[in-house]
């Protein structure tokens, strides 16, 4: 079945540092995938997308690398700051082609 | 703010009662998607909705649990007769449409507390 997993659930890093928060999926047929960040007592905020058809996509400080061959998406953050500390998600469309499947979440601790 | 609205943010409510969750989608959004959060996990699809119509209710509870989207007004997501187990943040997301280059955005999400 479709699942979306994350390795790490806890992530430190120190400020001005790049933090990398990686993700698995064992949809091979999933063409759309999300990060998310919530902080909390929010709701999920939208970071970046990427297509199957790309490998990489650079936003502003983030970048999402995508490698099918082993079903694998991470996000990079540069220069991470107090502000970037939340949990985030990865999510995945599902078959339907409008659900989201998301992991269970990388918390993210910023320390000065 | 043209962001997703969903009231009340924190809710509780005694076993047997009914809770009723409201959401506003962002403007110009048609599509409505609820999703159920349990502490320390990610979001689990409930429902899909667009105007009057139910799309996809898989991953709702057949029973006590219960959605809409009128042609006027926010949408609804309706729990009879509360259980423990309906605690949990539950969120909106809205998107124009449902390809896949329409990323769904959130709102910040209701607390259902039942005593």
């Known amino acids: 079945g479709e699942s979306v997993g994350l390795h790490l659930p806890t992530l430190s890093v120190q400020e001005g540092d790049n933090s990398i928060i990686n993700c698995a999926y064992s949809n091979s047929a999933s063409d759309y995938f999300i990060w998310y960040k919530q902080e909390s007592g929010k709701g999920p905020q939208f970071i970046i997308d990427?297509?199957?058809?790309?490998d990489k996509r650079q936003g502003q400080r983030v970048t999402v690398l995508l490698n099918k061959t082993v079903k694998h998406l991470s996000l990079q953050i540069a220069a991470t700051q107090p502000g970037d500390s939340a949990v985030y998600f990865c999510a995945e469309l599902a078959n339907s082609g409008y659900a989201l499947n998301f992991g269970k979440g990388t918390s993210l601790l910023v320390t000065p | 703010n043209a962001g997703v609205m969903q009231n009340p943010r924190h809710l509780v409510r005694r076993r047997g009662q009914e809770a009723r969750l409201r959401c506003s989608p962002m403007?110009?959004?048609?599509?409505v998607y609820w999703y159920r959060q349990l502490p320390e996990e990610g979001l689990k699809f409930m429902v899909y909705?667009?105007?009057?119509?139910?799309?996809?209710e898989s991953g709702m509870p057949k029973e006590r649990f219960s959605a809409e989207f009128p042609k006027e007004g926010p949408s609804i997501l309706r729990i009879q007769q509360v259980v423990r187990g309906d605690s949990a943040a539950y969120f909106c997301?809205?998107?124009?449409?449902?390809?896949?280059?329409?990323?769904?955005?959130f709102g910040d999400g209701t607390r259902l507390s039942i005593l």
């Open positions: 403007k110009g959004h048609s599509h």
């Open positions: 909705l667009q105007k009057e119509n139910i799309i996809d």
């Open positions: 997301a809205s998107s124009p449409g449902s390809r896949s280059n329409q990323p769904q955005h």
């Open positions: 990427i297509r199957s058809n790309m």
